[in-house]
């Protein structure tokens, strides 16, 4: 369990944090700079004064326009999806951790993930049948909506199914939240079942995360996501820091436990939400980045949640241009080189160093 | 801004001629091509052509156009040497956008079923010339793709002969067809696992081909490629299984074999099994007919249909 114990090692602690977010924040741009000059096109950032200068001039040159397209339309959209779909899941995760107690909580024991595959394995196994009015509506965003959509509807009903007397009892949210990842788990399987080859090819393909749809309208639709990530964290540090002590003990600190929780769980839900709907299942982050944070600098959310966002960003930024150069002109899936990357990595520091907040 | 991307669009084509293939001088030609998705897309330069689906790129090497081809889909196993010769973009449902741009292609023909959506919508969106082919599981829908092809290619002479050799092959099968006497009821076999097996049912290619080739489909009831239990299996009572090697050259007749239950049906019993390749057999490409023909010689060999045969 998580606990912050000792006033030893507090101001190192500190230090520790602060260079850790400073750190982060050097990775987080390398990575983003590595995103944007890394392709199949073998199209670099040199390209980019270039770029800019034909944006003012309105240049007709074809080669630059080629160079546009790669850089501003394809790379640009990617890069950001990427940095938020790593941010959201890490800063997710080390919520979810911090309001369980627990170092190997996630979103999906919100059911926000289950819900999410459900919806979007229904829009894809029932695309030409029932759910073909909705793909009509929403033609290539069809997915993407119904997985955000699906991943705030199951948590809706976990909330209100595990909430008593306007409060959110954490045992029973965590049971009551593997019983419907369950039974989510279970439609899903159903559907697949009675999905045909193809639409399976496509189940397994999007249960393997991607970032190859990323598009301008994707990045404006998860804008105001990020906003309220952004706006959440601030305001969580001091309650989920209170929930290391204990839930009667953060109330007697004088914390709002319940807006807390609700807050915490509303924020992971839609951030979540919108990760996968824009990138699939990508698993991996949300676990192992808030945990090798706490390895290096503590469980203090100071440090866990900011240093959280801006390494799991850098991580996704980083799978992701392994996942796009390894087999071009074609491409990995995200989530392969996402676990073959981190998992290692992981081992290694759980091995050398013990278990991060327990020691 | 706008103005920059807009003409992205018209230029990208000139440019990708002039900056990358260099020295190869561009078949030119300017034709506005109406695509199976209904889009008009203005087709320049013909040389450095993406070929996504087996069907497309077995159409382009039967035309004799395989030198204009610079990259194929991973499902484009036929003729082998394309996927060798040829740069491999990948699984044609995993497209990536700047993969597919990295190869620099002038025109990309893709099967309808190419994604994923939000890739080949974006790709639709530059200046590359995309255009969609229906996956046409009919004789017609065949002959189409080749007419469609070849038109586009501006080889309608090549692709009228392809098309009408092909025409004559289907109706040659259909003279063939209408000899058997007594149908066989055949099911097809996508593949097997831990007991349960992938039928053809309707609406798929495996039942395309197997009309085609004179069977009934025992497993018409069921829509699409689905798996179904042994037990229904052995109550469609087949006097035939039809089923398909992989790419990687493994099949699981044996295993459909040995499932309990099996002896009981007339397959079984007579242990009658085809084993034919995959895209061969499903391509709906122009070895279509001999594959039809070819599955109807191996069910029927004992009667008027291989009688008939040279």
């Known amino acids: ?359 | 801004m706008r103005s920059l991307r807009h003409s992205a669009r018209i230029m990208a084509t000139l440019a990708f001629a002039a900056v990358v293939s260099g020295a190869s001088v561009p078949a030119t030609r300017a034709a506005t091509v109406t695509d199976a998705a209904g889009r008009k897309v203005e087709v320049v330069d013909t040389s450095n052509i993406l070929s996504i689906g087996g069907d497309i790129t077995e159409i382009l090497y039967s035309l004799g156009l395989e030198a204009k081809i610079i990259g194929v889909d991973a499902t484009s196993q036929f003729p082998a040497e394309a996927l060798k010769q040829k740069t491999n973009v990948g699984y044609l449902r995993a497209l990536s956008t700047e993969g597919v741009l990295s190869i620099a292609p002038h025109l990309i023909i893709a099967s309808a079923s190419a994604g994923p959506p939000e890739v080949v919508k974006a790709l639709k969106q530059t200046s590359v010339p995309y255009l969609e082919v229906e996956d046409g599981h009919s004789p017609e829908g065949v002959v189409e793709k080749v007419r469609f092809v070849a038109q586009v290619l501006d080889v309608s002479a090549e692709g009228d002969k392809l098309a009408r050799q092909i025409e004559s092959e289907f109706k040659a099968l259909a003279e063939r067809r209408g000899k058997i006497g007594k149908r066989s009821r055949a099911v097809f076999i996508l593949g097997a696992q831990s007991g349960r097996v992938t039928v053809g049912g309707s609406g798929t290619s495996a039942d395309a081909i197997f009309k085609l080739a004179g069977l009934d489909n025992v497993a018409a009831s069921v829509n699409g490629y689905k798996p179904v239990v042994d037990e229904a299996l052995v109550e469609m009572m087949p006097d035939v299984i039809v089923t398909m090697r992989r790419s990687s050259g493994t099949h699981d007749i044996d295993k459909v074999m040995g499932m309990p239950g099996m002896q009981s049906t007339p397959a079984g019993r007579a242990n009658r099994a085809v084993v034919m390749d995959g895209l061969y057999l499903l391509g709906f490409g122009p070895r279509t007919p001999a594959a039809a023909l070819d599955l109807m010689r191996q069910v029927y060999s004992d009667s008027a249909a291989s009688g008939s045969t040279k």
Do not use: C
């Open chain 1, 1 to 359: 369990m998580l606990r912050a114990r000792d006033s030893i090692g507090m101001v190192d602690r500190e230090a520790r944090g602060r260079l850790l977010i400073a750190g982060s924040v050097a990775l987080l741009g390398a990575a983003m700079l590595l995103s944007l000059s890394v392709g199949p096109t073998g199209i670099t950032l040199a390209s980019l004064p270039r770029v800019l200068v034909a944006l003012f001039t309105g240049s007709d040159d074809a080669a630059v326009a080629r160079e546009y397209l790669v850089l501003v339309d394809l790379r640009l959209p990617r890069t950001l999806l990427g940095a938020f779909v790593g941010a959201s899941l890490a800063v997710a995760g080390a919520m979810m951790q911090g309001l369980f107690r627990n170092p190997l909580a996630d979103p999906g024991l919100i059911g926000v993930s289950s819900g999410a595959a459900l919806a979007a394995v229904a829009t894809i196994a029932l695309g030409n049948t029932f759910a073909a009015p909705w793909v009509k509506i929403f033609g290539v965003y069809a997915l993407p909506f119904a997985a955000f959509f699906g991943g705030l509807a199951a948590t809706f009903v976990l909330v209100s199914v595990a909430g008593r007397h306007g409060q959110l009892m954490v045992g029973t949210l965590l049971l009551a939240g593997i019983a419907i990842g369950a039974l989510a788990g279970a439609l899903t399987g159903l559907l697949s079942y009675t999905s045909d080859d193809r639409e399976l090819r496509d189940l397994t393909l999007w249960s393997m995360g991607s970032l190859s749809g990323a598009s301008w309208p994707k990045v404006i639709a998860t804008l105001p996501f990020a906003v309220a990530v952004a706006l959440a964290v601030p305001r969580l540090v001091r309650g989920l820091n209170g929930f290391l002590l204990g839930e009667a003990e953060a109330f007697h600190m004088g914390i709002d436990v319940e807006a807390t929780k609700r807050l915490a769980i509303a924020i992971s839900a839609a951030a979540v939400g919108a990760a996968v709907a824009v990138a699939g299942v990508v698993g991996f982050v949300g676990i192992v980045i808030p945990h090798v944070i706490r390895l290096i600098a503590g469980p203090d959310h100071r440090f866990v949640l900011p240093a959280g966002a801006l390494l799991g960003a850098a991580l996704v930024l980083v799978a992701d241009v392994a996942a796009r150069m390894i087999v071009r002109p074609a491409e990995l899936p995200l989530g392969i080189i996402m676990a073959a990357i981190g998992a290692p990595v992981f081992l290694h520091l759980v091995t050398r160093r013990g278990i991060g907040g327990v020691e």
